[in-house]
């Protein structure tokens, strides 16, 4: 609900409806303050005190900057506390990894990405899956297969990591206020012992590539932005971006 008023309100900016864009606003303000009066503790504690309590409050925002921080390092220890192993389901998974990174915990994102203990995504894929299961139990080695009734093999992706695979760890991103990528982001984060990722979209003005590579102790770096369209590179470690316009960038760090 707030996460939608919120982008109601956004919608209404863009359409220069000044009137409706405040008015929605203030409504996502007001569901986020109810849900804190309702749902957190003084201590800082979401009730349930679950994985996806803290993702969802994190992803939507409904939490105070100041209170962010904690939340995110309270979520880190309900993945500790569950062996490192992820006990989300379809409302929060996307998110899980995207908020991980985001409140700097990428090695933990990294981990639960690569882990092939049930249940996670590495343990579907070296029992053969292809696609994404409806189920993180669809198939055990202790069980074999869940109900037939409810246990698709190649489901529909709220489960599904392929977002943050492009976003995060090969970095390539949209720009909000330049959409279609006529303006395009790339925020590689390398990390999880990977050696190299790279990711390609064809847009509208082109193909867009995102990559990098190790190499000793060097991270290179290889962009490619489509023609009549511009970017801005984030490198590993650097706090500013680079601006580059059209053709294929390579950076070292």
């Known amino acids: 609900y707030a996460s939608g008023a919120?982008?109601?309100?956004?919608?209404?900016r863009v359409l220069g409806e000044t009137a409706e864009a405040l008015q929605f606003m203030a409504l996502a303000e007001t569901i986020k303050a109810a849900f804190r009066a309702e749902f957190l503790d003084a201590d800082g504690v979401l009730r349930g005190d679950t994985q996806a309590a803290y993702v969802l409050a994190l992803q939507m925002d409904l939490l105070l900057p100041e209170q962010r921080e904690a939340a995110a390092a309270r979520l880190v220890r309900r993945l500790a506390d569950n062996d490192g192993?992820?006990?989300?389901?379809?409302?929060?998974?996307?998110y899980l990894c995207h908020v991980l990174a985001r409140f700097g915990h990428l090695d933990v994102a990294y981990g639960l990405v690569l882990s092939t203990r049930f249940p996670s995504w590495g343990y579907s894929i070296v029992h053969g899956a292809t696609t994404m299961w409806e189920r993180w139990d669809g198939w055990t080695a202790e069980r074999g297969f869940q109900t037939p009734g409810m246990n698709s093999f190649n489901h529909y992706a709220y489960g599904a990591i392929g977002d943050w695979l492009y976003r995060v760890v090969a970095g390539?991103?949209?720009?909000?206020?330049?959409p279609g990528?006529?303006?395009?982001?790339?925020?590689?984060?390398?990390?999880?012992?990977?050696t190299w990722a790279k990711a390609e979209l064809e847009t509208l003005h082109g193909k867009v590539v995102s990559g990098w590579r190790r190499d000793?102790?060097?991270?290179?770096?290889?962009?490619?932005v489509p023609t009549n369209t511009t970017a801005s590179v984030w490198l590993p470690?650097?706090?500013?971006?680079?601006?580059v316009g059209s053709g294929t960038h390579t950076f070292t760090v």
């Open 216 to 224: 000793g102790g060097e991270v290179i770096v290889e962009v490619t």
């Open 172 to 178: 390539l991103q949209i720009v909000a206020s330049r």
């Open 6 to 12: 919120a982008l109601v309100a956004q919608v209404a």
């Open 85 to 94: 192993l992820l006990s989300t389901g379809f409302v929060a998974t996307p």
């Open 237 to 243: 470690g650097e706090a500013e971006a680079r601006q």
């Open 181 to 194: 990528y006529k303006h395009i982001q790339f925020c590689p984060e390398p990390g999880g012992g990977l």
